[in-house]
């Protein structure tokens, strides 16, 4: 009788509010999210996100485990992995029909593939899935990116949480930097409880502001909306800028420059505005009851000095009044009743509705006022004229230009995408309203961001630049902010001019290049303002192409895809191909519209799989490759992945250890398990004992530097005990040397940060000492040290500091009953001049692989390279991996002995 093996499906949810039943939740025992971190640094309001997350198949069986995440809405997915026994799977961006054309030839070959996109509320979601292995791991790791936006005075950065389980090993990091200075930092959100409030870390220093989120296995047990499955929940840091400059906050580097501006002590602008109400049939029940609700919140805030109008329609159009009245005390009491009044019926004319606001605005100009015209509908015009480009057309032409369109669609069966290109054809924006409990809160809230218009006419120039991205605006809010970005011409910042001039109540103002004015440069990693200049061109030629027909559209959606495809960007016109072992499956994903139709195709895929690997050259152990361990055979059929980037993270090195070895000397297959930090450093081994050193000379040490645009990066070896120069900052006047352990040969036996010549901070695996001029204290416990421009965060086998904009974690191990440290770099210092360990950035080398043996080329420079395997210490789980070995001098951007210092 044929048996039939049943395929286990355990399902991991890192983020967002899922509907999941009871039965399709994974047993404890099937699998372990043993480590999950959340690291995200934000720098000038651009943002980037990091979500890693290890997992372990118990069972004695493979699994697949699927990787799902929510992402803030306006994010840009950049960077996808899978590490999967020492092998790196890259997601890979590519046009919409190249990946529909992978995808389907995936299905015509039985291969399991899937599309996935969906939308919430205020994120978007991110699912794929692997086979792990019996007792096998599985890394995922998740790149995001988005430029914060500025509303009600604030900037907001939205982490959420919900993994399905308790982590042990569950960390958010997030790190702000600022040049103009961080006024404020708060956390606020569904995590942000009494209950965790000790997990959470907030530090300020003027420029920089750290939010540490550590909470504990029984904390995610027990907190509001926790329970036996963990978290649930969002936290919500939130933070603004010091502002001096009238002109702004300016950013410039490598030719590249950003204009944050919100000019502040501004008179309010007194303002005309018109609501357009839907009342037809399909607004019945809450949505009408919701309206009539936050209309009474609105009026109660409209100042005296304003005038409103107020229109209700079906098929028909009722006013209050038929002219703009002022909002006086007597006139808001009338409007009031009539919203009260407000009752649902009838058909949905919008065309009539919009522009008979459209007339009232026109009617009644008014000298140093502004004017708005907001219109909520939750459907399609079902009466009058119906045709909606008809519709846009005859708006577009009444308002010509002279006051913001804002449109509100109530629900999901709005046509959002009409009510888009009508608000965006004239200044203004759509917002989707949720059919929640809090709809009311949601109308105010969006009023709220215009209630207070303090320019009007705003026109940026940039003499000196070019590509510049929109630089005309209609108004400018209270608490809101316009950044505009573009490139310096020859990167001549002498003359490189700005300004802007606007209209205020009273008068036309012009903000101007001053004496204020400072090049911003240093502190800025590089590129990265040309990706906030690549995310907001994005965007805006998105928008775009919504309002434009013809020649001109398909010349707006290839500069789209094109910027897309050069910066990784998944947008609504790219995918991101998601690759996996082979004999495994393919998925796509699609950033989606918003309003748009969510897609899941999927295929069956074989039932308890194991994961196979691309065969890589010289690599042992690997499906693919020929011979003995450690041969060199050619490509299997995924070859090495060409995608950007390297490994995870910031920070250069890795550590291995080599395997075991049998007594006859040959070294035993390896069994990499393959996890991997997106935070590591350096990389240590110690080889076995004598009965290897017919194959190598002893060495104590090995360091490993990670490679641009290949997945196996370089190690190499250091013989003798050494202090080195892990990082030095000289600008920040910080210098971090590690003295390696010669105990263990595991890692780092002491590491000293001096910070002044009369700050340091040593650290041993006992605890940390604190030297400041004569004073000398010790900490041995879990304690929280601030001494002035630094911060020591000592936890259980871990050290978190932070000085200026360098952020070090030290890790403690234990080996052998030692215990050793293991330096990872969370933050990269931003200025060109830091040097050391950590500084190094990837290696571009080419492998240039032949049948009987490897050679590496980097630069000009070749050299013989052999596979090796060996440990990760840089998470608190150590790992195995593969290994280019070469020698140390090769490796290396400058010598070896460039790295040693004399003393600590």
């Known amino acids: 009788m044929r048996s039939i093996m049943r395929r286990g499906v355990v399902q991991l949810t890192l983020f967002g509010v899922l509907v999941t039943l009871a039965a399709a939740q994974p047993k404890k025992d099937d699998w372990d999210i043993y480590s999950f971190h959340i690291n995200s640094t934000v720098t000038s309001r651009y943002a980037t996100t990091i979500i890693t997350s290890r997992v372990v198949n118990r069972m004695n069986e493979s699994k697949e485990i699927e990787f799902h995440v929510q992402i803030p809405k306006n994010a840009f997915i950049s960077k996808f992995r899978m590490l999967i026994d020492g092998q790196m799977y890259d997601g890979v961006v590519k046009t919409k029909e190249q990946a529909q054309q992978q995808y389907t030839q995936a299905v015509s070959r039985g291969q399991s593939a899937g599309i996935v996109s969906s939308v919430g509320r205020t994120m978007e979601e991110f699912k794929t899935s692997v086979t792990v292995a019996a007792h096998k791991k599985v890394t995922f790791e998740l790149t995001y990116e988005e430029l914060l936006k500025r509303t009600h005075g604030k900037y907001e950065l939205q982490i959420y949480a919900r993994p399905m389980q308790p982590v042990k090993d569950f960390k958010a990091d997030v790190h702000i930097h600022e040049k103009a200075g961080i006024s404020f930092v708060d956390v606020k959100g569904g995590l942000s409880t009494n209950a965790l409030a000790n997990a959470i870390t907030k530090t300020l220093a003027d420029k920089q ?5 550590y909470p504990t296995v029984d904390q995610q047990k027990t907190c509001d909306s926790c329970g036996e499955w963990g978290l649930s929940g969002d936290l919500i840091v939130v933070y603004d800028v010091n502002r001096v400059n009238g002109l702004g906050d300016f950013k410039t580097s490598d030719g590249y420059f950003v204009h944050h501006f919100a000019p502040s002590n501004l008179l309010r602008i007194p303002k005309n505005v018109v609501f357009v109400i839907d009342r037809s049939g399909s607004m019945h029940g809450r949505k009408i009851q919701q309206t009539r609700t936050a209309l009474i919140h609105i009026l109660n805030d409209l100042a005296e000095d304003d005038y409103l109008g107020l229109v209700s329609f079906d098929s028909k159009i009722s006013h209050w009044r038929r002219e703009l009245v002022q909002a006086t005390r007597a006139n808001l009491e009338g409007a009031k009743r009539f919203a009260y009044g407000i009752t649902d019926r009838g058909t949905t004319d919008i065309n009539a509705a919009v522009l008979e606001g459209t007339r009232m605005l026109n009617a009644h100009p008014r000298k140093s006022s502004a004017s708005i015209l907001i219109l909520l509908t939750d459907g399609d015009p079902t009466s009058g004229v119906t045709n909606l480009e008809q519709i846009q057309s005859n708006v577009k032409q009444a308002i010509a230009g002279k006051f913001p369109l804002y449109c509100l669609g109530f629900g999901f069966d709005v046509n959002f995408e009409f009510l888009e290109k009508m608000s965006l054809g004239n200044s203004g924006a759509a917002r989707r309203i949720y059919e929640d409990s809090d709809a009311d809160l949601q109308l105010k809230g969006f009023y709220e961001e215009v209630a207070t218009p303090l320019l009007t006419d705003i026109a940026m120039t ?10 005309n605006f209609s108004h400018y809010y209270d608490g809101s902010e316009i950044v505009v970005a573009g490139e310096i011409i020859d990167n001549n910042i002498e003359n490189f001019v700005p300004e802007v001039v606007a209209i205020s109540s009273k008068q036309k103002v012009t903000f101007s290049k001053t004496n204020e004015f400072v090049d911003s440069s ?10 906030v200049w690549a995310y907001l061109t994005v965007k805006q030629l998105l928008e775009k192409e919504l309002l434009v027909s013809g020649p001109e559209k398909e010349k707006v959606k290839n500069d789209t895809l094109k910027l897309s495809l050069k910066y990784s960007f998944v947008t609504p016109l790219t995918s991101m191909v998601v690759t996996k072992p082979q004999g495994e499956d393919m998925d796509v994903l699609h950033k989606p519209k918003e309003g748009g139709v969510v897609r899941s195709d999927s295929h069956a895929t074989p039932a308890n799989r194991i994961v196979g690997l691309a065969g890589l050259p010289g690599l042992p152990g690997l499906p693919g490759i020929p011979g003995q361990p450690g041969s060199h055979g050619r490509f299997g059929p995924l070859g090495i992945p060409s995608s950007p980037g390297f490994f995870f993270g910031l920070s250069d090195f890795v550590s291995y250890d080599y395997p075991d070895y049998t007594s006859s000397g040959r070294s035993a297959q390896p069994t990499a398990t393959g996890t991997l930090s997106h935070d590591f450093i350096s990389m240590m081994v110690e080889l076995p004992p004598t009965e290897m050193t017919t194959l190598a000379p002893p060495v104590s040490h090995r360091f490993l530097r990670k490679a641009e ?13 050494a202090i080195f120069k892990l990082l030095h900052h000289p600008s920040k006047a910080v210098f971090v040397n590690g003295e390696l352990d010669s105990l263990t040969n595991g890692g780092f036996a002491k590491i000293v940060i001096h910070i002044s010549t009369d700050q340091h901070i040593e650290v041993d695996p006992e605890g940390i000492s604190l030297r400041q001029g004569q004073s000398t204290t010790r900490h041995t416990g879990q304690d929280l040290i601030t001494v002035g421009r630094h911060t020591v965060i000592m936890r259980t086998n871990e050290i978190d500091v932070a000085v200026e904009d360098v952020r070090l974690v030290i890790l403690v191990h234990e080996k052998d009953r030692n215990k050793f440290l293991w330096p990872v770099l969370r933050q990269t210092p931003s200025a060109d001049d830091i040097e050391g360990f950590l500084a190094l950035k990837p290696a571009d080398y080419q492998a240039l692989l032949q ?5 590496l080329k980097l630069k000009d420079r070749e050299t013989p390279a052999s596979s090796s395997t060996a440990t990760d210490y840089s998470n608190a789980n150590p790992v195995l991996m593969t290994c280019w070995l070469v020698g140390a001098d090769f490796a290396l951007e400058r010598t070896l002995n460039d790295y040693f210092v004399a003393q600590l």
């Open 851 to 855: 049948q009987s043996d490897a050679k």
């Open 462 to 471: 940039y003499v000196g630049g070019t590509n510049l991205t929109q630089t």
């Open 709 to 721: 645009n290949q997945p196996v990066p370089l190690c190499f070896d250091v013989s003798k005990a």
């Open 209 to 213: 502001a750290w939010v540490y989120f």
């Open 522 to 531: 240093t502190g800025i990693a590089d590129g990265l303002l040309q990706r």
